[in-house]
C-alpha cells in the first residue's frame, strides 16, 4: 500500500498563477482554478497510490477556517483514498485554535498542516512561542500528526522543530521535505538528520528534498520506520518523488515502509 504523506488540494492561484503540472495527463494547470480531488484520484490510481493526506493550496492565507470546511467536505466524499489535515496559521491567536477544535471536533480532521515561512512566525525557540503550543497540545491530546514546512531559515528551521519536539515529546512531529526544500542548499537536511536521531517522535517526509545522499543518510543514520513518502503534489511531480524512493535501493521491508506502512501507523489505519 502506498500512501502519499504531503500533497495539496484547493485553488492553485497561490502569490499569483503558480505553474503546475501533472506529466501522465500531459496537463498545464497554469490555467486552471482549482486542483481538486477529479485530478488527484486520477493521479493516484496512475501511480498506484491507495491513499493521500492532502490539505490547502493556499500556504499564505491568514484564515482557513472555509478552506478547512471544504478540505473535510472532500475527505467525506472520498473517505477511503482522501485523508484531510487541517491548515492552520497560529497567528490568528484564539481564532486559529478555535478553528483547530471545530476541525478535530466536528470535521474529523486527521493532522495539522503549519506553514511557519509563509506565516512569519518562528515554530519555536523564540518570543512566539505561545502561539504554537496550544496547536501542539491539541495534537498532543488527539494524537493528530503535525506536519511543518521546513528548511534553511530561521521561521521553519529544522533545530527550531527540534525544540517543539523536545517541548511536546507525545506529539507526533513530521518534518516536511526532510529540511532539503531546494532553496536550504543541503543545510537544512543535515540539520534535520540531527534532530531525527535525537527525538523518536520526529518522521521525516522526503518530497522535494533533492538528493539521494541525503535520503540515503537518513536511512542508514535515523531508519527507515521514520521517514515518509511524499510528493508535495501538484508541485511537484509524484513520479520523480516515487523514482527517488526507489533509487535509494531499500530492502522490500524498508520500501514498504517509507512507502505506506509508516503513515499507516501514525494514522492508526
Not at 488527484?40 to 492532502?54: H, P, Q, R, T
Not at 527540534?162 to 543535515?190: C, K, N, Q, R, Y
Not at 521525516?204 to 545522499?213: D, N, T, V, Y
Amino acid at each position: 500500500m502506498i500512501i502519499d504523506a504531503h500533497t495539496h488540494m484547493g485553488p492553485i492561484d497561490m502569490l499569483g498563477k503558480r505553474r503546475a503540472y501533472i506529466p501522465f495527463m500531459q496537463q498545464d494547470l497554469t490555467d486552471v482554478d482549482l486542483f481538486g480531488p477529479e485530478i488527484m484520484l486520477k493521479s493516484m490510481d496512475a501511480y498506484g497510490i491507495e491513499k493521500s493526506v492532502f490539505f490547502s493550496t493556499l500556504s499564505h492565507a491568514e484564515d482557513y477556517s472555509e478552506a478547512n470546511a471544504w478540505t473535510a467536505r472532500i475527505m467525506r466524499q472520498h473517505p477511503d483514498r482522501l485523508i484531510g489535515y487541517a491548515f492552520i496559521n497560529p497567528v490568528g491567536g484564539a481564532k486559529a485554535v478555535d478553528d483547530l477544535k471545530r476541525c478535530i471536533n466536528d470535521f474529523g480532521l486527521k493532522g495539522i498542516k503549519l506553514h511557519p515561512v509563509s506565516h512569519a512566525y518562528q515554530i519555536y525557540g523564540g518570543v512566539q512561542d505561545d502561539l504554537v503550543d496550544p496547536i501542539a497540545e491539541l495534537a498532543s491530546k488527539f494524537k493528530l500528526p503535525i506536519i511543518i514546512h521546513s528548511g534553511w531559515y530561521s521561521y521553519g528551521h529544522p533545530a527550531n522543530i527540534g525544540l517543539l519536539a523536545d517541548a511536546f515529546p507525545e506529539a507526533i512531529i513530521i518534518i516536511a521535505h526532510g529540511g532539503g526544500t531546494p532553496e536550504s542548499f543541503g543545510f537544512g537536511v543535515l540539520s534535520s538528520l540531527q534532530v531525527a536521531r535525537k527525538h523518536k517522535n520526529v518522521f521525516l517526509e522526503i518530497s522535494q528534498c533533492p538528493a539521494i545522499l541525503f535520503l540515503r543518510e537518513f536511512v542508514d543514520r535515523v531508519g527507515a520506520d521514520r521517514l515518509l513518502f511524499g510528493s508535495d503534489t501538484p508541485w511537484s511531480v509524484v513520479e520523480i518523488e516515487l523514482s527517488k524512493v526507489k533509487a535509494l535501493r531499500l530492502s522490500e521491508e524498508q520500501e514498504k515502509l517509507v512507502l505506506g506502512e509508516n503513515m499507516a501507523r501514525i494514522l492508526g489505519l
